[in-house]
């Protein structure tokens, strides 16, 4: 079993900054993709950004040149720094990772439980 646990949301105003933290835990060969969803009240669940083991990365438009996702692979954490934060950033933001939990078994999805971020104008 894999656990996901995010960490880092909160309230800021906009023009501000946030961090979040993403911590895969439990039986864990391998990790291929990280990344971050989120999903505002009323809307469907997007994309913000993925990061493969290698380091490369993935954006939607609307988040290039604020978000910037890392990880890091010894710590099996995934991080979002979101910057110039605006109101319509406000979401659940949820973290996967795809993992192989033994050699031979394939990449699963997990998922986080999500943590609020609410940016005020």
């Known amino acids: 079993q894999v656990q996901l646990v995010e960490s880092g949301g909160g309230l800021v105003q906009a023009g501000g900054s946030l961090r979040l933290s993403c911590a895969a835990s439990?039986?864990?060969?391998?990790?291929?993709?990280m990344g971050w969803y989120r999903q505002a009240p009323g809307k469907q669940r997007e994309l913000v950004a993925s990061?493969?083991?290698?380091?490369?990365?993935n954006y939607a438009d609307s988040m290039k040149g604020r978000f910037a996702i890392s990880r890091d692979n010894a710590k099996n954490t995934v991080y979002l720094q979101m910057s110039s934060l605006e109101p319509e950033d406000t979401a659940v933001y949820l973290c996967?990772?795809?993992?192989?939990?033994?050699?031979?078994?394939?990449?699963?999805?997990?998922w986080g439980r999500g943590t609020q971020v609410t940016v005020s104008s």
């Open positions: 439990g039986t864990i060969f391998s990790i291929s993709a």
């Open positions: 990061i493969t083991s290698g380091g490369t990365t």
């Open positions: 996967y990772a795809s993992v192989k939990s033994r050699a031979t078994m394939p990449f699963i999805n997990y």
